[in-house]
């Protein structure tokens, strides 16, 4: 059972003998939430100024959050952080607002110089030199969150970033779109020219997303051949052309793969957005209609403009 701040006032002191910092943060808006003790309830005040990630001294969220992790599952996480050459091991724990809302306290405590997570922060190369320890740290946070083959961002980021973007655009007002794509008759690929191949196609159409999508929203490989692609603020006929663009790019291509070898290869979308779908719904909208595009013959894009899902 998740408590309110107030029922957590005893909690707070005990821990705050084994913590050099606690503080409660909005995984939302990424806003630190000020705490005043008044008898023994805490007054709740969320500090327009003031960012979760301002005290890691970086200008953007935490791509591995795990506030935002913990605030989608209600469960614990942990994770270690960097600044000032101090490392800094981090709790996670779910907590109510006085109004009902999830919040998330985060424990902190300076751990530089600790044997923490078994030595892994302590490798060395080859000739016993150690390996930066903020390098290690930012390597595990970005293994957390990252797909190994393309360096997009995986499931599990999407998983966990997409009920964000999902308040946020209600929060906001805003409109949002997701794009599914998958490659045509991958198998074939694989079976006739190698999974080898098969990798090196399914990076060069990750390269052509971020190329295409740039500034605009964020890609993840859902898995295997099929990837995700979300776009705040776009509406669904243009992310239906953005997606009509990376098709008609892709199918124009040819794709270098071994040996002198070429490859051509072709994409079909499925595209969903807030304005005619429940927000909650829209992965599911956007992947029916990336079947639909499957069944009716590959190499299109299907939005509710040709097609209801």
Known sequence: MIKKINELALDIEVLRNYYDAIRVVNPINHRVIQLTKVGTEFLERELPDERCFDIWKVDKPCENCISMQCAQSLKTFVKLEFVDEKVFFIVTIPVKSSKGSILIMELLRDVTGQDVLGGLLSFGDSRGNGIDIRTRILELNEMAVMDGLTGLYNRRYLNEKLPVEILRSQNNEKELSLIMLDIDHFKKVN???????????????????????????????????????????????????????????????????????ELNVTISAGVSSSSESNREELLKVADKRLYAAKRNGRNQVISACNLHP
């Not at 295997?224 to 009509?244: D, I, M, W």
Request: net charge negative.
């Open 191 to 261: 079976d006739v020219y190698g999974h080898a191949a098969g990798d090196i196609v399914i990076q060069w159409i990750a390269d052509e997303l971020v190329q295409q999508i740039a500034h605009n929203g964020w890609v993840a490989r859902y898995g295997g051949e099929e990837f995700t692609v979300c776009l705040p603020g776009f509406n669904l006929e243009q992310a239906s052309e953005l997606a009509e663009n990376v098709r008609l790019s892709v199918e124009k291509a040819k794709i270098p793969i071994c040996n002198g070898e």
